[in-house]
């Protein structure tokens, strides 16, 4: 049972540069998230789904896209990449909005130079 | 101002000592979560409180919802508790969830 995987787990890109940060999860819950943490403050909510075909904005959803063609994947797009988008990006996956337990990836270190 | 303020920032203690890390947070909540970030950067779910007290192994957790206010407690506390622990609440009134800053602590053999 792998539960959250997310790819890939270490990338440097130059500014202007796009990519796309894969989320998979085989527990076949509804809800699926995407998070960034950044030194000195707590993870912050970029965009979430609540299901299949359906995205939501989150905290800070500016410069990122997302798209959930699949239950099982949820996709954070960066079309061009800014040094202010140097992170450490988490997914996580849920039955509900953080009111049962939340299973996360081991994240995804990005670089933007 | 932070809607989740959890004490102390950072904790070094020695090995079997009782750990107690708090969470304080100014808003009405569903729910209440505890997680633990390894040093390699994984994060895992500890625990998930709406009321009361839950207990799994060395870790209890509790949560005063009159008071807005949560501990996790680590008894007999060994070096492979050392990470960051994490608190996060989701609001009562849209489900927007916060995190913490997070409370890094370290054991000591």
């Known amino acids: 049972n792998a539960g959250v995987t997310q790819t890939p787990k270490f990338r440097v890109l130059k500014t202007g540069q796009s990519m796309t940060l894969l989320c998979a999860q085989d527990?076949?819950?509804?809800?699926m998230y995407w998070y960034r943490q950044d030194p000195g403050m707590g993870l912050r909510l970029i965009h979430y789904?609540?299901?299949?075909?359906?995205?939501a904005k989150g905290e800070v959803p500016d410069g990122y896209n997302v798209s959930r063609l699949k239950k099982q994947n949820f996709l954070l797009g960066l079309e061009s990449a800014a040094p202010s988008q140097t992170s450490v990006y988490f997914c996580?996956?849920?039955?509900?909005?953080?009111?049962?337990?939340?299973?996360f990836g081991q994240g995804t270190r990005l670089t933007v130079v | 101002k932070n809607e989740v303020e959890q004490s102390p920032q950072n904790l070094t203690a020695q090995e079997g000592e009782f750990i107690t890390i708090n969470c304080s947070y100014s808003?009405?909540?569903?729910?209440l979560h505890w997680l633990q970030q390894h040093p390699g950067g994984g994060i895992v779910s500890l625990f998930m409180?709406?009321?009361g007290k839950k207990k799994h192994g060395r870790l209890i957790a509790t949560i005063n919802i009159q008071e807005k206010h949560s501990s996790l407690h680590i008894t007999a506390s060994h070096p492979r508790d050392s990470a960051v622990y994490i608190c996060?609440?989701?609001?009562?009134?849209?489900?927007?969830?916060?995190f913490g800053k997070g409370t890094r602590l370290h054991i000591l053999p």
């Open positions: 996060a609440v989701r609001w009562f009134r849209d489900d927007k969830i916060i």
């Open positions: 527990m076949n819950h509804e809800y």
């Open positions: 996580a996956s849920g039955l509900g909005i953080m009111n049962t337990e939340a299973f």
């Open positions: 808003v009405g909540i569903s729910a």
């Open positions: 789904s609540v299901g299949e075909g359906t995205t």
């Open positions: 409180l709406s009321s």
